[in-house]
């Protein structure tokens, strides 16, 4: 039970949304935004932490759409991963959100928990950044719509009070040849040790990899070396590791060498999977 | 002989219904208005001098009644050894050991209250494993150890980490390896983990004005606790009542005293009003015990025909900070240390170690899930380095009737055929189509087996009974002091009753919940002991019953009692049937038309206690400690990806002598949950620690279990060798299907990746890595 009394808001909109933030922070109510709760949940238990005021963001409208509209994919920030997993419009998502915790957690975890929630995975942000997605923010100053790439490195760059409201994606990206492999430590339903995609864009391989390192990421130097034709499959796999933009983790789940290991070998196969698709 | 309409029939279980439909109330479940509410505070160290701890802002907390601190309780609390402090006193010894607890008007306001109580620690330095525990100079976790108090049978040794020390020596091992064309000597171990049992623990304590103290329990010991409340706590156990209901799974770890003494100390410190305490996930886990990690080191040597001449076993059990029943898991596992074969000369010394690891209580297969895996794992590098077949070497070894235990005890005419069980599980693995095979996609399949056996840990006089008092519609109400944890256990005596009777077992009414008050006493409902020992004591008060109707029934139809029989709800004459009564008419007397009643009411009574067993030898072991071995073999295949340690499960197999299948439907259930429960512990199950000795998975979301979708196929076989003694011929089963799976798992996945799997859990990194070394 979570054993202490907080303030509960439910805003119908964006704007509603930010003000009672705004308010509850400035009174020093320690407000947070809530959506899926697992977190929240789980450290309230713990009373790891004791927000003043949780703000409900699943009645915001605008959050809460799926719909391929025109050109455009949008996922809305609240979109649980249950849902994300049965969408067709993007396969590559469904794929990853369904290899997420287990079905029933998935009825609560959402896009946007995921993406900015404090566990270090974030693995729903993988197919966006191969996919160069757009991020649309709002706040104080009203909605903002960015390249996901400039405001994502290692989490999502969220100004003070600022609501992740969708994800938009060029439908040209939704059907690109992709691959997924996900690793644990023994067992589906755990925190990834390693957890990569490839996606075959119109002349380029894109990859970007959770649980390796100590964030998610999709990394320019890596994808310059496995894309350049003129080195083996070997040369590729060895320059990447050199590349890597962190240390390799090494926790109870899995040591770094072990770690290294897998993704090498998955590096490997996907390479070779993509070449086979281009032929 | 007669057909048995009852026994050996799969009746559905009495309580399924209740249970799937969410209807039966656990005691968790239960609240009252004046109820109040208690919370504990734990240690984030493992081992710290508690420095101070400051409860001043936590008392005056909104709806706080009372917050104890270790300070205010002398004395220490134990099963056979008092080593330990309900709270924590002037130290804390393991991660989440409870420092401090809150009783309130509400559990949210104890809970919150815990947040104001500060504590100050001086970190000590950590023992992190047997080994370190025993090395010389090591940190002392019980440096008052010569000051405890514990039953005889029990030899803790001040001065180190040793909480008990049990010896085996049978015969001359040095002439043994002498004799051994090929001997193996090799280390084994695996960490602690935890039972994990649906419900969390909980307890409630009230003391009313005249003393009497009535405890609420999800116990699995009633009586244990009764007692020991009574000895920890100087209270006339005459005025002390526990009452249990139905349990959400207990695996033993229920089964000694828990909650109790704690929340019998806050109601008293809050002027006997009603407490509770439920625990959280995270405090079952850790503050309250799981079970036990292990060292061994065994040397065994085989003639050149794979006759086992000799074994030197040496068992180091991580208790944890506390012993609990840890003393007596070392001691069970001495007695039965080289597993169910026959070998003439025997060393072995088990040790009880106490760690900086949260502390260890009873659990499925209580030290021979534990032996089982180092005895297996052994057998197989022996058979290996010996060139035999590893189905073949256990085939050879098998103990029968006329080999003598590690205690010298024999093996009677109600042993087990062992050898039948190895041809079942040969048969259901295919093993003679070959044990290994390397697949075209890179992967191996491999297959394992093992052997496994068990006798009942328990005192000498271990006992139970049985009650059976009638309705007027003529059904039965049956009384006994066994817990239902999950088991099944009620629907089989059901059964037995229902035989013996001749009535269907739906006219017989199990009373659900035990209270020590008014039920027959029962041991405890562990060892796998309840429907052997109760179902002989349920035999006997339904013969006393009968014996009752056909009194009654004597006068009334005017012949003699010995003339009548009973069945199907009737008594009547066995050679003139139609001349008879109901039992209804009789089973609270009989009234004649006139007015004139006779007889009265038929009360059953039975009873069990325990055949001609003796305490061990302090120096060679020797004695009958065991009651009835059950054994079996067990096997796994295995699929592996060798190249990244990656393994499934695909068969899982076992057979068993289990005597008598009651109901085959809910053994098969046993021994399946018990064989899932076995591959858990083997491959996915266990606390990770850190340096400090912190655990790291101190919740579900970290601390891994099997789920549906990652289980085998599983296939079980029951050989029927009678346990003269038993009801109906059965003997105990239901800790029988864990024991040999880590065994069988790590000999099938050694076998596939071509190096020795000696330590627990068989993750596909620690395969991957001795894979490494195969390449080496």
Redesign the interface.
């Known amino acids: 039970m979570i054993p202490f009394d907080l303030e509960y808001y439910a805003p119908e909109s964006i704007k509603e949304a930010v003000v009672i933030y705004t308010e509850l922070a400035d009174a020093g109510k320690e407000p947070l935004y809530y959506a899926g709760g697992t977190e929240i949940v789980t450290f309230c238990r713990q009373q790891t932490i004791k927000p003043g005021a949780l703000i409900d963001l699943k009645g915001i409208a605008e959050t809460g759409l799926l719909e391929l509209d025109g050109e455009k994919l949008i996922l809305g920030a609240n979109i649980t991963l249950s849902c994300l997993s049965e969408q067709g419009h993007f396969p590559l998502i469904a794929d990853v959100a369904r290899s997420v915790a287990d079905r029933t957690a998935r009825n609560r975890l959402t896009l946007g928990g995921n993406i900015c929630g404090r566990l270090p995975y974030r693995e729903t942000i993988l197919p966006l950044l191969t996919a160069d997605a757009e991020v649309v923010l709002a706040g104080r100053d009203g909605h903002r719509t960015e390249p996901l790439s400039e405001l994502f490195d290692k989490r999502l760059k969220l100004e003070k009070g600022e609501i992740l409201v969708q994800l938009i994606l060029a439908r040209k990206e939704l059907g690109n040849k992709s691959w997924v492999r996900r690793r644990e430590k023994h067992g589906p339903v755990d925190y990834p040790l390693c957890h990569m995609i490839g996606v075959k864009k119109k002349d380029h391989l894109a990859v970007a990899v959770s649980g390796l390192c100590a964030f998610p990421f999709r990394s320019d130097e890596i994808e310059k070396v496995i894309n350049d034709s003129a080195l083996s499959a070997q040369e590729k796999v060895e320059k990447s590791t050199v590349l890597l933009p962190g240390a390799i983790r090494s926790d109870e789940l899995g040591s770094d060498d072990y770690r290294l290991a897998l993704w090498q070998k998955d590096l490997v196969e996907m390479l070779e999977y993509m070449e086979g698709a281009e032929r | 002989m007669e057909e048995q309409k009852h026994i050996g029939i799969s009746l559905p279980r009495k309580d399924g219904e209740d249970k799937v439909r969410g209807k039966l109330r656990y005691l968790g479940d239960r609240q009252s208005p004046q109820m109040l509410h208690a919370a504990i505070k734990t240690s984030p160290h493992a081992h710290a001098l508690i420095i101070k701890v400051d409860t001043t802002a936590a008392l005056e907390a909104p709806g706080v009644r009372a917050v104890l601190t270790g300070e205010d309780i002398p004395g220490n609390i134990g099963i056979y050894l008092g080593d330990k402090p309900p709270l924590a006193r002037r130290k804390v010894r393991h991660y989440g050991e409870p420092v401090a607890a809150v009783v309130a008007d509400s559990?949210?306001?104890?809970?919150?209250a815990?947040?104001l109580i500060n504590v100050e620690y001086k970190p000590l330095p950590v023992v992190r494993s047997p080994s370190e525990s025993l090395v010389e100079n090591a940190p002392l976790l019980h440096e008052d150890m010569g000051t405890y108090s514990h039953i005889p049978a029990i030899f803790p040794e001040p001065g180190s980490n040793v909480a008990n020390r049990t010896r085996i020596r049978k015969g001359d091992v040095e002439s043994g390896f002498k004799a051994s064309e090929t001997v193996i000597e090799e280390l084994f171990s695996f960490p602690p983990g935890d039972h994990v049992a649906m419900e969390t623990r909980a307890s409630t304590a009230e003391i009313l004005d005249d003393g009497q103290v009535i405890i609420h329990s999800t116990t699995q010991a009633p009586f244990v606790v009764r007692s020991l409340l009574g000895a920890s706590f100087n209270l006339p156990t005459g005025k002390i009542t526990v009452i249990t209901a139905p349990l959400g799974g207990g695996f033993g770890g229920k089964a000694g005293i828990q909650l109790e003494g704690l929340v019998y100390l806050l109601s008293k410190a809050v002027d006997g009003r009603l407490v509770r305490l439920v625990n959280?996930r995270?405090n079952d886990l850790i503050s309250s015990p799981g079970r036990t990690g292990l060292e061994a080191k065994i040397r065994l040597g085989c003639s050149k025909d794979g006759k086992l001449q000799a074994a030197e076993i040496n068992y180091c059990f991580d208790s944890g900070a506390y012993a609990d029943y840890a003393v007596n898991i070392s001691r069970a596992a001495a007695i039965a240390c080289t597993g169910p074969y026959a070998v003439p000369n025997v060393w072995c010394d088990s040790t009880c170690v106490y760690t900086n690891h949260p502390f260890a209580t009873a659990y499925r297969g209580f030290g021979h899930i534990e032996l089982t895996f180092a005895i297996e794992r052994a057998v197989d590098l022996l058979a290996e380095k010996a060139g035999i077949d590893p189905l073949e070497f256990r085939m050879i070894n098998v103990i029968r009737k006329g080999d003598t235990t590690p205690t010298q005890s024999l093996m009677d005419d109600n042993t087990g055929n062992l050898r039948k069980c190895l041809d079942n599980v040969s048969a259901m693995l295919e093993w003679d189509r070959g044990s290994r095979q390397k697949m075209a996609d890179g992967k191996v399949r491999a297959k394992g087996v093992s052997c496994f056996w068990k006798a009942p840990a328990m005192p000498t006089n271990a006992d139970g009974g049985a009650i059976l008092t009638f309705n007027e519609d003529g059904t039965v109400n049956l009384h006994c002091g066994a817990i239902e944890i999950g088991q099944g256990l009620k629907t089989a005596l059901a059964q037995v009753l229902a035989e013996k009777l001749g009535i269907h077992p739906d006219l017989i009414h199990v009373i659900d919940e035990v209270n020590t008050r008014s039920a027959p006493h029962d041991w405890a409902t562990a060892a796998s002991r309840s429907l052997f020992m109760i179902g002989r004591a349920l035999i006997e008060a339904a013969d006393d019953a009968i014996r009752q109707i056909k009194q009654t029934a004597s006068i009334v139809l005017r012949c003699p009692p010995e003339d009548l029989q009973v069945s199907e709800g009737r008594v009547f004459l066995a050679d003139e049937p139609e001349t008879g009564l109901p039992v209804a008419d009789v089973a609270l007397g009989y009234m004649f038309p006139e007015g004139n009643a006779v007889q009265g009411q038929v009360i059953g009574v039975g009873r069990y206690i325990s055949r001609r067993l003796t305490a061990i030898d302090p120096e060679s072991g020797t004695g009958r400690p065991a009651l009835e071995w059950t054994m079996g073999a067990q096997g796994v295949e295995v699929e592996l990806d060798p190249?990244?340690g990656t393994y499934r499960v695909l068969k899982a197999v076992c057979s068993m002598d289990v005597g008598k299948v009651i109901n085959p439907f809910l053994a098969h259930g046993q021994v399946v949950g018990g064989m899932s429960m076995g591959l858990g512990f083997a491959?996915?199950e266990s606390f990770?620690l850190?340096r400090q000795g912190r655990v790291?998975?101190d919740?579900l979301?970290?601390y891994?279990i099997?789920?549906y979708g990652?289980e085998p196929a599983y296939q079980v076989e029951f050989v029927e060798t009678p346990q003269r003694d038993g009801p109906y011929g059965a003997r105990g089963l239901g800790e029988q299907g864990v024991l040999g799976m880590p065994g069988a798992l790590a000999g099938a996945l050694a076998r596939a990746i071509g190096r020795p799997l000696n330590q627990l859990?068989l993750?596909?990194?620690k395969i991957?890595?001795a894979g490494k070394e195969a390449a080496k």
């Open positions: 559990e949210a306001e104890a809970k919150a815990l947040t959280s995270e190249s990244d491959g996915w990770t850190n790291m998975n919740s979301r970290n891994k099997l789920r990652e859990p993750t596909p990194q991957w890595e």
